[in-house]
């Protein structure tokens, strides 16, 4: 029999409207089309490094669409520069020892420019890394739209 594929997913940067969205939709074509595994890591690259997970399986993203923010929470922490005790320091190799630890096969990362920065860092250091450009100020370069934009626009006209 072969062994469930898990993915990791975290979010990034500010927050925006449509994270839990996008965190229950990628769980949904994870577990229910492909039979994957997913954990969430909480405060972003943090959630990683400090080993914050949560299983995220039905039972979890049921009722997360009508909640704001995000349920895994956020930080603008980049793997590369983050503070630790009091230090800054490169937390790249933590960062893929514990995907390897939790037998990752990819890790999603929700956020805007910054975010997709810290995502070609981690992918050039070895990681599968899938990106879902979120952002309230459309700014994602090649991108048309970002999910947290329409809404953003809504709310000031």
Do not use: W
């Not at 983050?82 to 800054?88: A, E, V, Y």
């Not at 050039?124 to 450009?133: F, H, Q």
């Not at 048309?144 to 329409?150: P, S």
């Amino acid at each position: 029999m072969a062994k469930t594929k898990r993915i990791g997913i975290l979010t990034a940067g500010g927050d925006s409207p449509g994270l839990n969205a996008a965190i229950r939709g990628v769980g949904k074509a994870a577990s229910g089309f492909y039979g994957m595994e997913m954990i969430g890591f909480r405060d972003g690259f943090r959630g990683l490094v400090e080993e914050r997970r949560l299983k995220l399986d039905k039972a979890a993203l049921a009722g997360i669409l009508t909640v704001g923010g995000t349920i895994l929470g956020t930080s603008r922490d980049k793997p590369h520069r983050m503070l630790i005790d009091g230090r800054t320091r490169d937390m790249t190799d933590v960062i893929v020892e514990n995907y390897k630890k939790y037998d990752l096969h990819a890790l999603v990362c929700l956020g805007g420019g910054g975010t997709q920065k810290n995502a070609l860092h981690l992918s050039k250091a070895g990681l599968n890394v899938i990106t879902l450009p979120k952002t309230i100020d459309n700014d994602v370069a090649m991108t048309d739209a970002t999910f947290g934009f329409a809404t953003a626009l809504d709310i000031a006209t």
